[in-house]
């Protein structure tokens, strides 16, 4: 059975990812700059929603067999243990015809939940092993994925300079 907390975790991250979304297609660049408190608003939301939805992700998988993913486009993202060492992880990135194309290696579970949930679209995340996470159903999403990149280390970048 799915977990409840994951399951809201995964809906209000894909909510701000929407509300992301809307306010940039909204209307011109004037209007997105008069709103930049609103957006600067949203883009922190969404990363402590990020934040909680890897330590509960990471809570319920101690040890991955498997985490699936599609991307916004519906290409698969595998998450697995790494045969290169224990306690390392490999993020497996497939084409629209399921062929492996590239992996990245982590040395922690967190930094290969953080990177998987940039990539993917978080209403499609399921576990293979236990069941504990069930997907909701995917919302492919036209923006790309180094849009959704730009935005976020422009959020940082704001708060970087906000701390001095």
Known sequence: MPDQELTALQQQLR???RALSQLRSSGTRDQLSNSLTGWFALCTEQLAV?????????LLLR?????QAQTRSGCLLLLTGS??????????????????WGHTSYANLQAAL???LQECDVGSVADL???LIGSIDPEINPQSDAELHATESAVAAH??????
């Open 50 to 58: 990020r934040n909680a939805l890897v330590q509960r992700l990471a």
């Open 83 to 100: 045969a290169q060492g224990s306690g390392q992880y490999q993020l497996t990135r497939f084409d629209a015809q399921r062929t492996p």
């Open 15 to 17: 909510a701000s990812t």
């Open 114 to 116: 953080v990177e998987l």
């Open 129 to 131: 092993s236990t069941g």
């Open 63 to 67: 040890d991955p067999i498997g985490l």
């Open 159 to 164: 708060h970087a300079r906000a701390r001095f």
